[in-house]
């Protein structure tokens, strides 16, 4: 591997820049391969990498029906956070935290993760006491969150408007200073040549067709667009599609994909230094590198894999930004996109071993698969290596809706973005 | 005549209406008519704009609204608006406009020193730094980046125009009001359709305003507009929409129209909206959005000067304005010798124009030639010289082999460069459209559409102006059903070109070190594309990411079909193996405002307020938000504070009486011979035995056993209820019955009303309850023998129907009092008068909380979330054991649903009387807890209670109902943890004295 | 009547008797009789008869205005039909918008196509104004019945008053 | 938005509708097993093509009805009434 850094890029542009190589090798598929990472967004990827780093494993595939990191990787708002309510799901998350912080070094790419602190803010009585909720849970799991006061939230973020006259007045906000944002495509690319370097075949263009089992049920390979490959263990971190390749194997899985939908605005300059959510009112907005105003719309009702919804559920969201930062007004949609958020019943991920033995899972990110990148990867390698959870990810199976131990965050009003 | 470059007689600026405004502080002179781009290429100026990562001076390059270099900032405090292309922006007298991303001045940019270190700053170069030392990301190196980055500085103030939002339907949606479009339009229109024209200029006419030499019907082609424009106003079926783009395809046919109201005006009037969004519901929709011309991608090729040959065409003859003295032409199509024609016609000498097709020819050639300009055949240019303006082309020849030779240098102040056109198809790619690739013309052009969507004209490829017209007849046609269309003759045009390039220019040398931009906003050069490539980045989605291609403003209008040429280049394989970006609505940016309309303030979300609003507020009240409702908080006398008012209001429930506007209460009305087994099948409870006149607390859960919702439920007849939910959860509640009564159980003869509204509620709380109601009722006997609590009394009061419910959700005698709504503030203040010498006091939300928390009652939403079954909040005696099935029985026998580590509900005290916990405490077992540490429960509710002179809380506690009496720990974010004991969570008259008095 | 815009005008309606009807079909002929109609409306019409106006909102369903004499006519020809009969006179405000602008200043609020030949003069239906639900029903060319739920009337009110602000300006019929 | 053809009322603008989930799943008995039940409650087909599925025009007529829309592209192939099977329209996106 190439090794980035400011010297490296010095001695390439003496050279003008003729000297780099790819970042990761585009592999054809080889017959077999010890395990399959069906999925090539940043969930898979990181995944390969943590089986090769941390569990010695070499002969590893991942293949990608379309291009690397085309899915939710590419088409969310980079928000970072582990302020979640349920232990077991801010455990999940600020595992991933953890890894965020040292992700660049890790890879030895620079994924430009921001910790510039991500404000929930209250409107209601009731947002006060889930957020405060929050706030102590947190604390007590180790997390950092605090509660400002609406001046506080004004000082931290001086462009909201904190006014007690307007429809849904700003009552606080639970601050983590350590959430922020971080660049979607690096995360994948820094996995992927990690990955590359360290053996992994990553063979794009190669969709899933079919499983493969023998007699017993246990898995043996996979259909492709590009043929059968046989494999020992298939981990799926497809996202929405999930659902689509799981089928294959006999196995419903209680998912749902619903259109997300996300916008930016025109680049600015530096005039928004942190993120802010609003679940009361449905505003999420952080302004990215680039300056533009990054800003995540609702989610469509409806059952879809096209990519696209509805105009007004944008609009929803440009009319509560416009509430809570008027300023901004007057600023313009330059693009928009939808996403596929894989949701579950209770808006908690799954990443878990199936009941199909050598098959795998991790899906039902719904809005949160982003920020839990590295460590859906690193508990996903874990679960796949050792073919049993790692006790963070254990809580969250496929089983725990048979059983009723749901671990429900949308419930508990912690919309998750 | 203003501008010693505006041509005396052209152009089609009102030269009678001259307008002054300011550029950079100083007075700019134009016309009515100009854009702010067209009245400083007037004075000679090209110079508008810097670019986002070297900071290279930058002038126009196109006249539209596909403008990457002159953007400005325009306007003044709340009306100061970034971004906007100059090329596009029309003047009016008093208009501010500024340049952006420089300092100090746009001529002396310090940020433009970046083009020195521009070999450190290749494609990507951000991702393979500033990683070390760790942490100082974030502290220094991105700061630093995004001071240099964005663009304009964003507005901070907050904007004080109006936004207009308007749905419509038609039968035909026509995009783009050019040749094509018109001709669609008029088609369509005489079929007797509802036609929808819109275009995002000032005025219909698209490429024909710009267009003197083609005549149609022996009329120039903006006579011609003008006569269509006037036909299609005399049609009442159609409608035309100028300033108006259509920015978003979305399913089912339904396309946003942005529409610029008021912004090209000096003074609008009153009350006009600055812009509207137009959803616009279409049977058919025909995409004339027509072609733009290609930049060419050459060392240089940012240079103030250098534009696009079409746009100084447009310059010519729409604003009378020659973009300089002296023109070099680089072309590879035939449609830049008619420019060359036309601007030579007004005076602007051709010095040469470098066509990189070895052999052009035909009648534009011809002509050129015939007046003398010189024609280089065969020949690129290889750069071009100057910084803030251009001051030279170097021409260079391309041998047979692809070579290019050593070439000689032409001064001039104006390089026109023409690629060929690339059709528009970002509204047919957001319809879904497929794109298949022409080899013919080296272009994608429009395939199949899952939607009613067709395009005409040259956005297919169609390039000739007879064809183009006919074409949009035929859309037209082809949209209604029509048989026949106008016909019109086009008696003189010129050919269409032939040729076109895509892809880096040849050249001379490596380039190693040139700088030749194929998206100038974004700085990214060729080599930066080539870079991208090299190291593995083949998909174009891939390439785009990595280097920025087409992330500009323009969205990639002049760069992705270069961008994409470079790709296919250097891996030697065809455009159509690497794909195409996706186009990403809105085609152009549009305005937040726009969108959120007229949901602004007070009007952002419905206001709902309870029918003692206007009261409550007379009296002072505090309010809270309650979902859309605004509810009385707490009503304050002078110099209370919450705590104080609060206690006071309480303490009178306790004492004498309260009286309490809970309107808000969800209220459903079941009604039918099954109404019962409805109810039974519903509720947890069981419903077959409550006798008439009678109530019952009803719990509601889901299928999956947790706690949906709650309410008191009186039966009025056998069958009837008059069913009360939670105030947030009126509407869920119905459409969960709805969901069951219409999809499982559609045998039951039973219906659904929401009565929510009809009846007003007042509550009337407190010992002296009875006493102040008794003397108000018409004869309606309710003393404790003749109605006990949990019953229920139609009747009146005053004359006004009512129905009358004795229940209690503060542990007091209490009755809730239900009349019609409109009539509801004329029963309080009855009720009012007559408690006023028994010490009646109203009482807020806040109060009501206390209450109920004193008695232990929980509130579905602060004590569940939504993972609590019944007996978790202390409700098993509701469930019923009998029934054969309800809403949630299957569930709730699920092992996990009674494990005995259940988070149950409990009353907590702290040792101290006066300390108060905070609602979302985590509770633990041992004072010094590491950390983390698993909770053993959390604080739901906490108050200070002045019944008891003392806090008391409510929390959810694992197994918490066989703890009492044991301690746990209060973590506080600050200080040591409190230590609290658990109790039973009724913590005033347990044994309901009170309630049944 | 208030002018809210050009030719337009907004007036609350007096208070009014309303009732909803649920039942099946046996239910609806036997209120559309005592009302004086030979059959209940079709889907999304109102008619008149002697005893009243019904207005045909769902399947199931007739919002139901009776005359002063018409309300016990309903009572007396339900009794034997199973039925649910619930007044909700004070649940609903009405307002009536006319004028040559008012179909202009609805389709500012709701996603209807108020053509003529798509919502003719007696047709009415449920929907959205903006955020609340609504119903509208076409009494007229240029005359509209507005109900909305008691607490959402101030907020459809100045929406309403708000689009007609800004109605006039390059804005027509079509 | 979606244009969506109300059985009772014609075709109307998705704002006025709230989705029904997938269609067809029938409540099974409460005493069928914790996987079945489980099953009824959360397992979804989640269809890449035509699916069957719920919607209840809520600022509307009120009723629930059933829909064929191909997931891949939004577009309905039929509208039909709670309570009648499913129409066959084949797999053609």
């Given at each position: 591997?190439?090794?980035?850094?400011?010297?490296?890029?010095?001695?390439?542009?003496?050279?003008?820049?003729?000297?780099?190589?790819?970042?990761?090798?585009?592999?054809?598929?080889?017959?077999?391969?010890?395990?399959?990472?069906?999925?090539?967004?940043g969930?898979?990827?990181?995944?390969?990498?943590?089986?090769?780093?941390q569990?010695?494993?070499?002969?590893?595939?991942?293949v990608?029906r379309?291009?690397?990191?085309?899915g939710?990787?590419?088409?969310?708002?980079?928000?970072?956070?582990?302020?979640?309510?349920?232990?077991?799901?801010?455990?999940?998350?600020?595992?991933?935290?953890?890894?965020?912080?040292?992700?660049?070094?890790?890879?030895?790419?620079?994924?430009?993760?921001?910790?510039?602190?991500?404000?929930?803010?209250?409107?209601?009585?009731?947002?006060?006491?889930?957020?405060?909720?929050?706030?102590?849970?947190?604390?007590?799991?180790?997390?950092?969150?605090?509660?400002?006061?609406?001046?506080?939230?004004?000082?931290f973020?001086?462009?909201?408007?904190?006014?007690?006259?307007?429809?849904?007045?700003?009552?606080?906000?639970?601050?983590?200073?350590?959430?922020?944002?971080?660049?979607?495509?690096?995360?994948?690319?820094?996995?992927?040549?990690?990955?590359?370097?360290?053996?992994?075949?990553?063979?794009?263009?190669?969709?899933?067709?079919?499983?493969?089992?023998?007699?017993?049920?246990?898995?043996?390979?996979?259909?492709?667009?590009?043929?059968?490959?046989?494999?020992?263990?298939?981990?799926?971190?497809?996202?929405?599609?999930?659902?689509?390749?799981?089928?294959?194997?006999?196995?419903?899985?209680?998912?749902?994909?619903?259109?997300?939908?996300?916008?930016?605005?025109?680049?600015?300059?530096?005039?928004?230094?942190?993120?802010?959510?609003?679940?009361?009112?449905?505003?999420y907005?952080?302004?990215?590198?680039?300056?533009?105003?990054?800003?995540?719309?609702?989610?469509?009702?409806?059952?879809?894999?096209?990519?696209?919804?509805g105009?007004?559920?944008?609009?929803?969201?440009?009319?509560?930004?416009?509430?809570?930062?008027?300023?901004?007004?007057?600023?313009?949609?330059?693009?928009?996109?939808?996403?596929?958020?894989?949701?579950?019943?209770?808006?908690?991920?799954?990443?878990?071993?199936?009941?199909?033995?050598?098959l795998?899972?991790?899906?039902?990110?719904?809005?949160?698969?982003?920020?839990?990148?590295?460590?859906?990867?690193?508990?996903?390698?874990?679960?796949?290596?050792?073919?049993?959870?790692?006790?963070?990810?254990?809580?969250?199976?496929?089983?725990?809706?048979?059983?009723?131990?749901?671990?429900?965050?949308?419930?508990?009003?912690?919309?998750?973005? | 005549m203003?501008?010693?470059?505006?041509?005396?007689?052209?152009?089609?600026?009102?030269?009678?209406?001259?307008?002054?405004?300011?550029?950079?502080?100083?007075?700019?002179?134009?016309?009515?008519?100009?854009?702010?781009?067209?009245?400083?290429?007037?004075?000679?100026?090209?110079?508008?704009?810097?670019?986002?990562?070297?900071?290279?001076?930058?002038?126009?390059?196109?006249?539209?609204?596909?403008?990457?270099?002159?953007?400005?900032?325009?306007?003044e405090?709340?009306?100061?608006?970034?971004?906007?292309?100059?090329?596009?922006?029309?003047?009016?007298?008093?208009?501010?406009?500024?340049?952006?991303?420089?300092?100090?001045?746009?001529?002396?940019?310090?940020?433009?020193?970046?083009?020195l270190?521009?070999?450190?700053?290749?494609?990507?170069?951000?991702?393979?730094?500033?990683?070390?030392?760790?942490?100082?990301?974030?502290?220094?190196?991105?700061?630093?980046?995004?001071?240099?980055?964005g663009?304009?500085?964003?507005?901070?103030?907050?904007?004080?125009?109006?936004?207009?939002?308007?749905?419509?339907?038609?039968?035909?949606?026509?995009?783009?009001?050019?040749?094509?479009?018109?001709?669609?339009?008029?088609?369509?229109?005489?079929?007797?359709?509802?036609?929808?024209?819109?275009?995002e200029?000032?005025?219909?006419?698209?490429?024909?305003?710009?267009?003197?030499?083609?005549?149609i019907?022996?009329?120039?082609?903006?006579?011609?507009?003008?006569?269509?424009?006037?036909?299609?106003?005399?049609?009442?079926?159609?409608?035309?929409?100028?300033?108006?783009?259509?920015?978003?395809?979305?399913?089912?046919?339904?396309?946003?129209?942005?529409?610029?109201?008021?912004?090209?005006?000096?003074?609008?009037?009153?009350?006009?909206?600055?812009e509207?969004?137009?959803?616009?519901?279409?049977?058919?929709?025909?995409?004339?959005?027509?072609?733009?011309?290609?930049?060419?991608?050459?060392?240089?090729?940012?240079?103030?000067?250098?534009?696009?040959?079409?746009?100084?065409r447009?310059?010519?003859?729409?604003?009378?304005?020659?973009?300089?003295?002296?023109?070099?032409?680089?072309?590879?199509?035939?449609?830049?010798?008619?420019?060359?024609?036309?601007?030579?016609?007004?005076?602007?000498?051709?010095?040469?124009?470098?066509?990189?097709?070895?052999?052009?020819?035909?009648?534009?050639?011809?002509?050129?030639?015939?007046?003398?300009?010189?024609?280089?055949p065969?020949?690129?240019?290889?750069?071009?010289?100057?910084?803030?303006?251009?001051?030279?082309?170097?021409?260079?020849?391309?041998?047979?082999?692809?070579?290019?030779?050593?070439?000689?240098?032409?001064?001039?102040?104006?390089?026109?460069?023409s690629?060929?056109?690339?059709?528009?198809?970002?509204?047919?790619?957001?319809?879904?459209?497929?794109?298949?690739?022409?080899?013919?013309?080296?272009?994608?052009?429009?395939?199949?559409?899952?939607?009613?969507?067709?395009?005409?004209?040259?956005?297919?490829g169609?390039?000739?102006?007879?064809?183009?017209?006919?074409?949009?007849?035929?859309?037209?046609?082809?949209?209604?059903?029509?048989?026949?269309?106008?016909?019109?003759?086009?008696?003189?045009?010129?050919?269409?070109?032939?040729?076109?390039?895509?892809?880096?220019?040849?050249?001379?040398?490596?380039?190693?070190?040139?700088?030749a931009?194929?998206?100038?906003?974004?700085?990214?050069?060729?080599?930066?594309?080539?870079?991208a490539?090299?190291?593995?980045?083949?998909?174009?989605?891939?390439?785009?990411?990595?280097?920025?291609?087409?992330?500009?403003?323009?969205?990639?209008?002049?760069?992705?079909?270069?961008?994409?040429?470079?790709?296919?280049?250097?891996?030697?394989?065809?455009?159509?193996?690497?794909?195409?970006?996706?186009?990403?609505?809105?085609?152009?940016?549009?305005?937040?405002?726009?969108?959120?309309?007229?949901?602004?303030?007070?009007?952002?979300?419905?206001?709902?307020?309870?029918?003692?609003?206007?009261?409550?507020r007379?009296?002072?009240?505090?309010?809270?938000?309650?979902?859309l409702?605004?509810?009385?908080?707490?009503?304050?006398?002078?110099?209370?504070?919450?705590?104080?008012?609060?206690?006071?209001?309480?303490?009178?429930?306790?004492?004498?009486?309260?009286?309490?506007?809970?309107?808000?209460?969800?209220?459903?009305?079941?009604?039918?011979?099954?109404?019962?087994?409805?109810?039974?099948?519903?509720?947890?409870?069981?419903?077959?035995?409550?006798?008439?006149?009678?109530c019952?607390?009803?719990?509601?859960?889901?299928?999956?056993?947790?706690?949906?919702?709650?309410?008191?439920?009186?039966?009025?007849?056998?069958?009837?209820?008059?069913?009360?939910?939670?105030?947030?959860?009126?509407?869920?509640?119905?459409?969960?019955?709805?969901?069951?009564?219409?999809?499982?159980?559609?045998?039951?003869?039973?219906?659904?009303?929401?009565?929510?509204?009809?009846?007003?509620?007042?509550?009337?709380?407190?010992?002296?309850?009875?006493?102040?109601?008794?003397?108000?009722?018409?004869?309606?006997?309710?003393?404790?023998?003749?109605?006990?609590?949990?019953?229920?009394?139609?009747?009146?009061?005053?004359?006004?129907?009512?129905?009358?419910?004795?229940?209690?959700?503060?542990?007091?005698?209490?009755?809730?009092?239900?009349?019609?709504?409109?009539?509801?503030?004329?029963?309080?203040?009855?009720?009012?008068?007559?408690?006023?010498?028994?010490?009646?006091?109203?009482?807020?939300?806040?109060?009501?909380h206390?209450?109920?928390?004193?008695?232990?009652?929980?509130?579905?939403?602060?004590?569940?979330?939504?993972?609590?079954?019944?007996?978790?909040?202390?409700?098993?005696?509701?469930?019923?054991?009998?029934?054969?099935?309800?809403?949630g029985?299957?569930?709730?026998?699920?092992?996990?649903?009674?494990?005995?580590?259940?988070?149950?509900?409990?009353?907590?005290?702290t040792?101290?009387?006066?300390?108060?916990?905070?609602?979302?405490m985590?509770?633990?077992?041992?004072?010094?807890?590491?950390?983390?540490?698993?909770?053993?429960?959390?604080?739901?509710?906490?108050?200070?209670s002045?019944?008891?002179?003392?806090?008391?809380?409510?929390?959810?506690?694992?197994?918490?109902?066989?703890?009492?009496?044991?301690?746990?720990?209060?973590?506080?974010?600050?200080?040591?943890?409190?230590?609290?004991?658990?109790?039973?969570?009724?913590?005033?008259?347990?044994?309901?004295?009170?309630?049944?008095? | 009547?208030?002018?809210?815009?050009?030719?337009?005008?907004?007036?609350?309606?007096?208070?009014?008797?309303?009732?909803?009807?649920?039942?099946r079909?046996?239910?609806?002929?036997?209120?559309?009789?005592?009302?004086?109609?030979?059959?209940?409306?079709?889907?999304?019409?109102?008619?008149?008869?002697?005893?009243?106006?019904?207005?045909?909102?769902?399947?199931f369903?007739?919002?139901?205005?009776?005359?002063?004499?018409?309300?016990?006519g309903?009572?007396?020809?339900l009794?034997?039909?199973?039925?649910?009969?619930?007044?909700?006179?004070?649940?609903?405000?009405?307002?009536?918008?006319?004028?040559?602008?008012?179909?202009?200043?609805?389709?500012?609020?709701?996603p209807?196509?108020?053509?003529?030949?798509?919502?003719?003069?007696?047709?009415?239906?449920?929907?959205?104004?903006?955020?609340?639900?609504a119903?509208?029903?076409?009494?007229?060319?240029?005359?509209?019945?507005?109900?909305?739920?008691?607490?959402?009337?101030?907020?459809?009110?100045?929406?309403?008053?708000?689009?007609?602000?800004?109605?006039?300006?390059?804005?027509?019929?079509? | 938005?979606?244009?969506?053809?109300?059985?009772?009322?014609?075709?109307?603008?998705?704002?006025?509708?709230?989705?029904?989930?997938?269609?067809?799943?029938a409540?099974?008995?409460?005493?069928?097993?914790?996987?079945?039940?489980?099953?009824?409650?959360?397992?979804?087909?989640?269809?890449?093509?035509?699916?069957?599925?719920?919607?209840?025009?809520s600022?509307?007529?009120?009723?629930?009805?059933?829909?064929l829309?191909?997931t891949?592209?939004?577009?309905?192939?039929?509208?039909?009434?709670?309570?009648?099977?499913?129409?066959?329209?084949?797999?053609?996106?």
């Open positions: 591997m190439q090794k980035f850094s400011a010297f490296s890029l010095a001695r390439q542009a003496v050279g003008r820049h003729l000297g780099w190589r790819p970042q990761w090798r585009s592999a054809a598929p080889k017959p077999s391969y010890d395990i399959i990472i069906v999925g090539g967004g969930h898979g990827l990181g995944a390969a990498y943590y089986l090769a780093k569990h010695g494993l070499r002969n590893i595939a991942v990608e379309g291009w690397l990191a085309g939710n990787t590419a088409r969310n708002t980079t928000i970072i956070r582990s302020n979640y309510l349920f232990e077991q799901s801010s455990s999940y998350y600020e595992h991933a935290l953890k890894l965020w912080e040292g992700l660049s070094e890790e890879l030895n790419y620079n994924v430009m993760f921001s910790q510039r602190g991500c404000l929930m803010v209250a409107h209601t009585v009731h947002d006060v006491q889930v957020f405060k909720r929050h706030v102590y849970a947190n604390r007590l799991n180790g997390i950092d969150n605090e509660w400002l006061t609406p001046e506080e939230t004004k000082a973020c001086p462009p909201l408007n904190i006014s007690p006259n307007i429809r849904y007045p700003v009552l606080g906000a639970a601050l983590q200073r350590r959430a922020g944002t971080a660049r979607h495509d690096a995360v994948a690319w820094g996995f992927a040549r990690a990955a590359s370097d360290l053996g992994v075949d990553i063979i794009e263009n190669c969709e899933v067709t079919g499983i493969d089992r023998d007699p017993s049920g246990k898995v043996t390979g996979v259909q492709t667009t590009r043929g059968p490959i046989r494999a020992g263990k298939i981990g799926v971190s497809a996202a929405g599609h999930s659902s689509v390749v799981l089928a294959m194997a006999g196995i419903r899985l209680p998912l749902q994909v619903n259109p997300l939908q996300a916008l930016v605005s025109e680049p600015v300059k530096p005039a928004f230094p942190c993120v802010v959510m609003s679940n009361t009112i449905h505003a907005i952080s302004q990215s590198d680039k300056g533009e105003m990054v800003i995540g719309a609702g989610t469509d009702s409806y059952v879809s894999y096209t990519q696209r919804g105009l007004h559920i944008p609009a929803h969201t440009l009319e509560a930004i416009c509430e809570l930062v008027p300023d901004f007004r007057r600023l313009r949609m330059l693009r928009s996109w939808g996403g596929i958020t894989d949701n579950t019943p209770d808006r908690s991920p799954i990443t878990a071993k199936t009941s199909v033995p050598g795998y899972v991790n899906c039902g990110w719904g809005t949160g698969g982003f920020k839990a990148t590295p460590g859906a990867a690193n508990l996903f390698a874990w679960t796949i290596a050792r073919d049993e959870p790692h006790p963070i990810n254990a809580p969250f199976t496929i089983e725990r809706f048979r059983d009723g131990t749901l671990i429900d965050e949308a419930a508990a009003a912690a919309v998750a973005h | 203003s501008g010693a470059f505006r041509l005396a007689g052209r152009g089609r600026i009102d030269t009678t209406r001259p307008v002054v405004f300011r550029f950079d502080g100083r007075m700019v002179r134009g016309y009515a008519g100009d854009t702010v781009a067209s009245a400083l290429l007037a004075e000679g100026r090209h110079l508008m704009g810097r670019s986002f990562k070297y900071h290279r001076p930058r002038g126009p390059v196109s006249a539209g609204s596909d403008e990457p270099n002159a953007l400005i900032g325009v306007g405090g709340g009306r100061y608006t970034p971004n906007l292309r100059a090329t596009q922006v029309e003047i009016h007298d008093g208009m501010v406009a500024v340049s952006q991303n420089r300092a100090p001045s746009l001529r002396f940019d310090i940020g433009a020193l970046n083009t270190a521009a070999p450190l700053l290749p494609a990507g170069f951000y991702y393979k730094t500033f990683m070390w030392p760790r942490g100082f990301w974030d502290k220094v190196y991105e700061p630093l980046i995004r001071r240099a980055a663009l304009g500085r964003a507005p901070t103030e907050p904007d004080p125009d109006h936004y207009a939002l308007h749905y419509a339907h038609c039968d035909v949606l026509v995009a783009g009001g050019g040749p094509a479009g018109l001709a669609a339009a008029l088609a369509a229109g005489q079929a007797g359709a509802r036609v929808i024209l819109c275009d200029n000032a005025e219909f006419g698209g490429s024909l305003l710009a267009d003197t030499y083609s005549l019907d022996g009329l120039p082609g903006g006579e011609w507009v003008a006569r269509i424009v006037a036909e299609l106003e005399r049609l009442p079926n159609v409608q035309l929409l100028t300033r108006c783009s259509a920015f978003n395809y979305g399913p089912h046919n339904m396309v946003a129209l942005n529409q610029r109201l008021a912004d090209h005006l000096a003074t609008p009037p009153a009350h006009m909206p600055r509207r969004i137009w959803q616009v519901r279409a049977r058919e929709v025909v995409l004339a959005a027509g072609a733009l011309e290609r930049v060419l991608v050459f060392e240089g090729n940012d240079r103030p000067g250098i534009m696009l040959a079409s746009a100084a447009t310059y010519l003859h729409r604003y009378g304005v020659a973009c300089g003295r002296k023109a070099v032409v680089v072309t590879a199509d035939d449609a830049a010798y008619r420019v060359a024609l036309d601007l030579a016609e007004a005076g602007v000498k051709i010095a040469a124009i470098a066509d990189l097709r070895s052999t052009p020819g035909g009648p534009l050639v011809e002509a050129v030639r015939a007046r003398g300009i010189e024609i280089l065969a020949t690129t240019i290889q750069r071009a010289h100057g910084h803030l303006r251009v001051t030279g082309a170097e021409l260079a020849p391309v041998g047979a082999d692809g070579g290019v030779g050593k070439g000689r240098t032409v001064s001039c102040d104006l390089v026109l460069m690629g060929g056109f690339t059709p528009s198809l970002h509204l047919h790619s957001q319809a879904r459209g497929a794109l298949r690739f022409d080899d013919a013309l080296g272009v994608y052009l429009p395939g199949e559409s899952i939607e009613r969507v067709r395009s005409a004209g040259s956005c297919r169609m390039f000739a102006l007879d064809d183009v017209l006919r074409d949009g007849v035929a859309a037209g046609l082809a949209a209604t059903g029509g048989k026949s269309g106008p016909e019109w003759a086009v008696t003189r045009q010129d050919a269409p070109g032939t040729g076109g390039f895509a892809g880096a220019l040849p050249r001379r040398g490596p380039g190693h070190l040139a700088l931009f194929v998206d100038f906003q974004n700085d990214v050069t060729a080599k930066d594309v080539k870079l490539v090299r190291e593995g980045f083949r998909s174009i989605e891939h390439v785009k990411r990595y280097t920025t291609t087409g992330m500009a403003t323009d969205q990639g209008k002049g760069s992705n079909v270069n961008a994409l040429a470079i790709v296919s280049n250097v891996l030697g394989r065809r455009p159509e193996e690497i794909g195409l970006t996706t186009y990403r609505p809105p085609y152009t940016p549009v305005t937040f405002g726009a969108f959120a309309g007229h949901a602004r303030g007070d009007q952002f979300d419905p206001l709902r307020l309870p029918p003692m609003d206007a009261w409550a007379a009296q002072g009240a505090v309010f809270e938000d309650v979902g409702w605004r509810r009385a908080r707490y009503f304050p006398r002078v110099g209370e504070d919450m705590a104080a008012a609060v206690a006071r209001e309480c303490r009178a429930v306790r004492a004498a009486a309260g009286i309490f506007d809970a309107s808000t209460l969800g209220k459903i009305e079941v009604a039918g011979p099954d109404a019962a087994e409805f109810m039974n099948r519903f509720y947890v409870n069981v419903w077959t035995k409550l006798g008439v006149g009678k019952r607390y009803g719990l509601v859960c889901r299928d999956s056993g947790f706690v949906y919702d709650d309410g008191v439920v009186g039966r009025i007849a056998a069958d009837r209820f008059h069913v009360t939910t939670t105030t947030g959860g009126a509407a869920g509640v119905l459409n969960m019955m709805e969901d069951y009564l219409q999809t499982e159980w559609a045998d039951l003869d039973v219906w659904l009303t929401s009565i929510t509204e009809e009846w007003a509620v007042i509550a009337l709380q407190g010992p002296r309850a009875r006493d102040i109601l008794a003397p108000l009722v018409d004869g309606l006997d309710i003393s404790a023998g003749a109605m006990p609590h949990m019953t229920l009394r139609e009747g009146s009061i005053g004359g006004v129907p009512m129905r009358l419910f004795r229940v209690s959700f503060t542990g007091e005698l209490g009755y809730e009092i239900n009349v019609p709504s409109s009539q509801a503030q004329a029963v309080w203040d009855r009720v009012w008068q007559a408690g006023a010498s028994l010490g009646l006091t109203p009482y807020g939300t806040e109060a009501m206390v209450l109920r928390a004193e008695k232990g009652y929980l509130i579905v939403g602060q004590e569940t979330d939504g993972t609590m079954t019944p007996a978790d909040v202390g409700c098993g005696w509701a469930v019923s054991k009998v029934k054969p099935d309800f809403i029985k299957r569930a709730l026998a699920l092992p996990a649903m009674y494990a005995p580590d259940r988070l149950q509900m409990v009353g907590v005290l040792d101290d009387p006066r300390t108060m916990l905070e609602e979302g985590q509770l633990v077992t041992a004072a010094e807890t590491p950390i983390p540490t698993s909770a053993e429960g959390h604080v739901t509710s906490s108050y200070f002045p019944a008891l002179g003392r806090s008391i809380a409510i929390a959810m506690v694992k197994g918490g109902r066989g703890r009492m009496g044991a301690a746990l720990y209060a973590l506080r974010l600050d200080g040591p943890a409190l230590k609290v004991t658990l109790v039973d969570p009724v913590f005033y008259d347990p044994e309901g004295a009170r309630l049944n008095g | 009547m208030v002018e809210i815009a050009e030719g337009c005008a907004l007036a609350g309606l007096p208070p009014m008797v309303r009732l909803v009807l649920q039942g079909a046996a239910a609806l002929d036997a209120a559309a009789t005592s009302l004086g109609l030979a059959a209940p409306p079709p889907m999304l019409r109102a008619a008149s008869g002697t005893g009243g106006t019904a207005l045909r909102l769902g399947p369903e007739l919002l139901i205005l009776p005359t002063p004499d018409g309300r016990a309903v009572d007396t020809a009794a034997t039909v199973p039925h649910s009969l619930v007044e909700v006179s004070d649940r609903n405000v009405g307002f009536m918008l006319e004028g040559a602008r008012a179909a202009d200043i609805l389709a500012g609020l709701c209807l196509d108020f053509a003529l030949s798509s919502f003719p003069v007696g047709m009415m239906t449920r929907t959205l104004l903006d955020k609340a639900g119903m509208i029903w076409r009494t007229d060319a240029q005359s509209f019945h507005i109900e909305v739920w008691r607490s959402f009337g101030p907020y459809v009110e100045a929406q309403l008053r708000e689009v007609a602000q800004g109605i006039s300006f390059s804005l027509l019929a079509v | 938005m979606l244009l969506i053809d109300c059985p009772y009322c014609g075709p109307r603008a998705e704002i006025e509708f709230a989705y029904g989930g997938e269609a067809h799943i409540r099974p008995a409460a005493d069928v097993s914790e996987a079945e039940w489980a099953a009824f409650l959360y397992l979804r087909d989640n269809t890449k093509g035509v699916l069957a599925e719920r919607w209840r025009h600022h509307g007529c009120g009723r629930f009805f059933n829909a829309r191909d891949r592209t939004d577009r309905f192939h039929a509208f039909y009434e709670i309570g009648t099977p499913r129409p066959d329209v084949g797999d053609a996106a």
